[in-house]
């Protein structure tokens, strides 16, 4: 199985900051169609998940130009340009090439 | 716009059994990748089963072998058939749709509370 691991736990952050977490895989989830198979969700308090990023670093319908993707093969980043405090939740990643699909453990967006 | 409503959790006795239903509308399930993704009280997101456009089934190994996933494209439905339930299976359930080109999951459903308790 791909294992995906988040970091870090817990980020704390002021608006109108920028902030950036981690996400990676124990494999490669770069296809040999030139995809990254790489999403990542956002779950704000009380809220059924919300997708912001896929194949790695392409923004989904809807989703703020603040939220930015980036990464390939095995490391993967989320950067916020200036966070916001609509912004607070659990972010997480999910790795989509192989089955069973696996969800990073998440990271916690909080406000200083 | 895609719409999933999801219905059928609720409490269940150790090794009874639930038939989760999530109702689509704006799409059609035969067309989309369709999943069903599970959060346990306080923890993270745990992916349980998907059913490919071609109809192909996958599921976590925690689930493999107790639960089902399927459609029915006339009522435009995807279904969760879990038998032999476990205390650790106590969750809310999600469902959750991506296109055929797999551009993620971009529709989530409100989710629904499986309890499983003596």
């Known amino acids: 199985d791909i294992v995906v691991t988040q970091s870090p736990l817990s980020l704390p952050v002021t608006p109108g900051e920028p902030a950036s977490m981690s996400c990676r895989s124990s494999?490669?989830?770069?296809?040999?169609?030139?995809?990254?198979?790489l999403d990542w969700y956002m779950q704000k308090p009380g809220q059924s998940p919300q997708l912001l990023i896929y194949f790695g670093s392409n923004r989904a319908s809807g989703v703020p130009d603040r939220f930015s993707g980036g990464g390939s093969g095995t490391d993967f980043t989320l950067k916020i340009s200036r966070v916001e405090a609509e912004d607070v939740g659990v972010y997480y990643c999910?790795?989509?090439?192989?089955?069973?699909?696996?969800f990073g453990g998440g990271t916690k967006v909080e406000i200083k | 716009e895609a719409q999933l409503v999801e219905s059928g959790g609720g409490l269940v006795q150790p090794g009874g059994s639930l038939r989760l239903s999530c109702a689509a509308s704006g799409f059609t399930v035969r067309s989309s990748y369709m999943a069903w993704v599970r959060q346990a009280p306080g923890k993270g997101l745990d992916w349980v089963s998907v059913i490919y456009t071609d109809g192909s089934t996958y599921y976590g190994h925690s689930v493999r072998g107790r639960f089902i996933i399927s459609r029915d494209t006339s009522t435009n439905t995807v279904y969760l058939q879990m038998d032999s339930l476990r205390l650790e299976d106590t969750a809310v359930y999600y469902c959750?749709?991506?296109?055929?080109?797999?551009?993620?999951?971009?529709?989530w459903g409100q989710g629904t509370l499986v309890t499983v308790s003596s």
């Open positions: 999910m790795q989509t090439l192989r089955t069973p699909l696996t």
């Open positions: 959750a749709r991506a296109d055929n080109n797999l551009r993620g999951y971009d529709s």
């Open positions: 494999q490669s989830l770069l296809h040999s169609d030139g995809k990254n198979y």
